[in-house]
């Protein structure tokens, strides 16, 4: 019985000391997490850390190049002309979704050669 018992106790002993030593670093951490949360400083940090890849993927704007289709009925942002489909010649555009403040905003277009022309402004168009 006193066998079991200080067995018992020991293991106690080795749980609570082991929660012990883990606690301290857990509540700093959320207490880390609350006090910048309003500030949201650190989340934004931590973003911009991770950006180098994922950078493309970001809520960006960004551009991709897409067939002209029949009927379509836009206008190139940088010569003001429509983009008109021909039937003879695959033509592309470039479909730019613009972000403003991490916020989808509107869409912009251009003539594949406008866009380069242009200097890519929202990126290089992507697939
Ligand atoms: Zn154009």
């Known amino acids: 019985m006193t066998q079991s018992a200080s067995t018992k ?10 929660a012990t030593t883990k606690a301290p670093a857990k509540k700093k951490a959320a207490a880390e997490a609350s006090t910048t949360k ?4 650190k989340p934004t940090k931590t973003k911009a850390a991770a950006k180098p890849r994922a950078k493309k993927t ?6 991709v190049l897409r067939t002209v289709e029949a009927g379509n009925s836009v206008d190139c ?6 983009i008109k489909f021909r039937a003879k010649i695959r033509q592309y555009q470039a479909i730019c979704n613009v972000y403003e403040n991490g916020k989808w905003s509107h869409v912009e277009h251009f003539h ?8 890519r402004p929202f990126g290089k168009p992507v697939e």
Do not use: H, I, M, N
Not at 9 to 17: E, L, T
């Open 9 to 18: 106790k020991s293991a106690a002993k080795a749980s609570k000391s082991k």
């Open 77 to 82: 942002q940088v010569c003001g002309e429509r």
């Open 58 to 63: 970001a809520w960006k704007s960004r551009a």
């Open 112 to 119: 594949d050669e406008c866009y380069v022309e242009a200097g």
């Open 38 to 41: 309003p500030k949201s400083t």
